[in-house]
């Protein structure tokens, strides 16, 4: 994703970074507890990232800070989406058939 002059992406070491698009500079890296299965979301200065447990760390873009941590009953199968303050998403309902089902994720502590 490039937001801003900055090249933001997730690399194999479950490690986000934003590296500046003209010097290659890094700007800032987070750990990732467990892998992302979506890609990335940008929206109103955050950064939302689906990880495989179904927790939602919503980072502050500029930064990479956490400013709040979500959570979701199942694997994301979409990327979550900021609407009205809450966090909305897509989860995988049962290993059958890929049915979805649309899932308000429940906040849970920061961290």
């Known amino acids: 994703m490039v ?15 934003a590296i500046d698009a003209d010097s290659g500079k890094i700007l800032w890296q987070r750990q990732l507890p467990e892998p992302l299965v979506t890609g990335l979301r940008h929206q109103r200065g955050l950064l ?19 400013q709040q941590e979500y959570r979701l009953p199942g694997e994301p199968i979409t990327r979550p989406l900021l609407v009205d303050g809450e966090v909305l998403g ?22």
């Open 90 to 111: 897509f989860i995988r309902a049962f290993s059958g058939p890929k049915v979805v089902v649309a899932t308000r994720f429940e906040q849970s502590e920061k961290k």
């Open 3 to 17: 937001l801003n002059g900055q090249l933001i992406f997730n690399g194999l070491d479950r490690r986000l970074r």
């Open 48 to 66: 939302l990232a689906a990880l495989e447990s179904g927790r939602v760390w919503a980072l502050i873009s500029d930064r990479g800070e956490l």
